[in-house]
């Protein structure tokens, strides 16, 4: 609920989970706090005594790690690690969490593969989401937690971030003002529609990897690692093309709007990579679940979603 990007969007999500929550016999309670808050964190495990345990609280983004490293250190290291300590006393049966495609850095040979080198990272962000793995592996080994980390493909859909191109772009658009794409067009990423990463989710936390002892008689570390991505990486000028498709589609922009006068080619930022791409045989090898939502698809959904909330809302 920090105010990293506007507070209102989240607080939307929070009516629609009241809603969802109100409609259904599975409940949910939010409680406000700071992961970072190590005696908040532990009075939760305490009062709850949790089964399964899901992290997806951090601090996202690569740019505004440049600028701001200290919300990276504070959420992502220290809140992380309350989590794990949380874990170590009151045992869990499974720990999932949410690291990142960033740890691949400017990793060259595609598709990215959780058997790659993840030691160069290029942003603060990316080196917090590889210290998050680091930590995992520790306290899976010493104290035999079953953790899984999840590396997550630039997610998209209704109700995203702000900061992500696809939002941003919108935005910009809307109020006439020109867009610019990075590396002069020629960045692909892999998508990944926020349906199919909550799917794997579900499916994930449902099986914790095993506890068993190697020949040593010490915990061999229920530890594992998986990449959530659409597995067919986007060149951003297509991914304009169709976003701008869908926003007339959805009538968020006129038909006649001129996107060729709203589009800037420009360099690399710092931080960036050109390429990302998953290799998500293991998921579908090991829980039977490959994401299956297009980039049409999934930007269809967002501009509908965009047209009712800002335009109807």
């Not at 959420?75 to 045992?91: Q, V």
Request: hydrophobic content about 35%; aromatic content about 14%.
């Amino acid at each position: 609920m920090n105010d990293y990007y506007d507070v209102s969007l989240k607080d939307y999500r929070l009516k629609e989970l009241n809603t969802i929550s109100t409609n259904s016999t599975n409940k949910y309670e939010f409680v406000k706090g700071d992961i970072a808050d190590k005696a908040l964190i532990d009075k939760l495990f305490t009062d709850y005594k949790f089964d399964i345990v899901v992290n997806l609280a951090a601090q996202a983004g690569v740019r505004y790690s440049i600028t701001n490293p200290d919300a990276y250190i504070m959420s992502n290291m220290m809140g992380f690690y309350n989590i794990l300590e949380a874990c170590r006393h009151n045992p869990v049966d499974h720990l999932v969490y949410a690291s990142s495609s960033s740890v691949y850095g400017g990793n060259k040979k595609v598709p990215f593969s959780t058997d790659d080198c993840v030691d160069n990272p290029v942003s603060l962000y990316a080196a917090t989401k590889k210290s998050n793995e680091l930590f995992a592996h520790c306290y899976s080994k010493l104290y035999n937690i079953p953790t899984t980390g999840l590396r997550f493909f630039t997610v998209y859909g209704p109700a995203g971030r702000p900061d992500m191109a696809y939002f941003g772009f919108t935005n910009k658009l809307l109020k006439g003002e020109t867009i610019q794409i990075f590396n002069y067009g020629n960045c692909r990423r892999d998508f990944t529609y926020v349906d199919d990463i909550v799917e794997g989710i579900v499916r994930v936390m449902q099986g914790a990897p095993e506890r068993k002892n190697g020949e040593d008689g010490l915990p061999v570390p229920p530890y594992a690692v998986y990449n959530i991505g659409g597995g067919q990486p986007e060149n951003l000028l297509d991914f304009v093309n169709i976003l701008q498709e869908e926003l007339v589609r959805a009538g968020v922009l006129p038909k006649d709007f001129d996107f060729e006068a709203h589009k800037k080619l420009v360099p690399m930022q710092p931080g960036d990579v050109p390429t990302t791409y998953a290799d998500a045989t293991a998921l579908e090898r090991d829980f039977g679940f490959t994401p299956k939502i297009t980039l049409r698809e999934g930007l269809r959904k967002f501009a509908e979603w965009y047209r009712d909330y800002f335009i109807s809302y």
